[in-house]
């Protein structure tokens, strides 16, 4: 059965019913336990946005990764930060378009923002790095 805390094949079931690795962030899981067909309608709602053609793909991810940054959203800071490097961005364009944020959202929220970005960035950089060879 299903709840609202373990969705069925969650932690402790040996999660047959979905594998983590299905999901872009953990919470997704959960939320499609719950509301599958809302679940599937925001993604695809998400992917139209994915899919527009302007901005250019690495300027479309450095928005994203700001407003995650303002937002407090660590988790979407590190995978915008991820998805910019693997389109591109050098660190110095994702922790720029980071710092912007901090004249009218404060320092804390970038230097807090800062580790998850790096990690992501590095983690999209080495991504690149393998489709690239």
């Not at 997704?28 to 946005?49: D, T």
């Not at 527009?52 to 590190?78: F, M, Q, S, W, Y």
């Not at 693997?86 to 922790?95: K, N």
């Amino acid at each position: 059965m299903t709840s609202l805390t373990e969705p069925e094949g969650g932690p402790g079931t040996g999660r047959s019913a979905r594998d983590d690795d299905e999901w872009v962030f953990p919470f997704e899981r959960y939320f499609h336990a719950v509301v599958p067909g809302v679940h599937e309608s925001q993604n695809a709602w998400l992917s139209e946005i994915d899919s527009l053609r302007a901005p250019d793909r690495k300027t479309h991810e450095l928005i994203r990764l700001a407003c995650t940054v303002v937002l407090g959203n660590r988790p979407g800071v590190e995978r915008h930060a991820m998805l910019a490097a693997e389109v591109g961005a050098t660190w110095e364009e994702v922790a720029g378009s980071m710092v912007l944020t901090e004249p009218a959202f404060g320092l804390l929220r970038v230097v807090e923002a800062l580790p998850w970005a790096r990690r992501g960035w590095e983690q999209g950089r080495l991504r690149a790095e393998e489709d690239g060879d």
